[in-house]
T-cell receptor, first 119, second 111 residues
Framework: DSGVTQTPKHLITATGQRVTLRCSPR?????VYWYQQSLDQGLQFLIQ???????AKGNILERFSAQQFPDLHSELNLSSLELGDSALYFC??????????????????FGPGTRLTVL | SQELEQSPQSLIVQEGKNLTINCTSS?????LYWYKQKYGEGLIFLMM?????EEKSHEKITAKLDEKKQQSSLHITASQPSHAGIYLC???????????FGTGTSLTVIP
């Protein structure tokens, strides 16, 4: 058990709908990362938050947004869902972020994932 | 952006055999991480390498980062069924705070 929790575990919805995925980081971790894993794209970095602020953006679509709350939990919002959005969505947390820009050198602890199926 | 290519894409070995997985980067690696994933589950951190020439071992798994810091290898000695899974290398972006994962290597160990 990594200490990172994600809910729900499974989500089935229809095209055009909006869903919210939730992540609670390990106690004491300030950084939260979101990833999307699909068969054709592999594991793709979406976005990172550190202590409530967005720190890095990866391949995140404009239909997707995220936020990190004062209690450090994070939510990933996916809207106008398309069939291609079906994937496993992981969040991960790490202890600290190196100051400014640059490598973090911190291992990430991954949650069990949310499997999203768009029908 | 940084690209991480892993080889082989999949590997099937007999229990007890040794094996090596490679991860090649398109850019200099500043931090190279190895993770293991069981199908449909979250990733488990294995090791992190930072310095060129660095080598780390944990139980029967050894990872190395080459001197030029553009390639890493993961070596498993005397493989066991418990080693089966998907192995992913990951790296910090050398600018910004993005994180990149390799294409993954699926390992099957036959008892």
């Amino acid at each position: 058990d990594s200490g990172v929790t994600q809910t729900p575990k499974h989500l089935i919805t229809a095209t055009g709908q909006r869903v919210t995925l939730r992540c609670s980081p390990r106690s004491g971790d300030l950084s939260v990362y979101w990833y999307q894993q699909s068969l054709d794209q592999g594991l793709q970095f979406l976005i990172q938050y550190y202590n409530g602020e967005e720190r890095a953006k990866g391949n995140i679509l404009e239909r997707f947004s995220a936020q990190q709350f004062p209690d450090l939990h994070s939510e990933l919002n996916l809207s106008s869902l398309e069939l291609g959005d079906s994937a496993l969505y992981f969040c991960a947390s790490s202890v600290v972020l190196a100051g400014g820009w640059g490598p973090t050198y911190n291992e990430q602890f991954f949650g069990p994932g949310t499997r999203l199926t768009v029908l | 952006s940084q690209e991480l290519e892993q080889s082989p894409q999949s590997l099937i070995v007999q229990e007890g055999k040794n094996l090596t997985i490679n991860c090649t980067s398109s850019k200099t690696l500043y931090g190279l991480y190895w993770y293991k994933q069981k199908y449909g589950e979250g990733l488990i951190f294995l090791m992190m390498l930072q310095k060129g020439g660095e080598e780390k071992s944990h139980e029967k798994i050894t990872a190395k980062l080459d001197e030029k810091k553009q390639q890493s290898s993961l070596h498993i000695t005397a493989s066991q069924p418990s080693h089966a899974g998907i192995y992913l290398c990951g790296a910090d972006g050398n600018t910004g705070n993005q994180f990149y994962f390799g294409t993954g290597t699926s390992l099957t160990v036959i008892p």
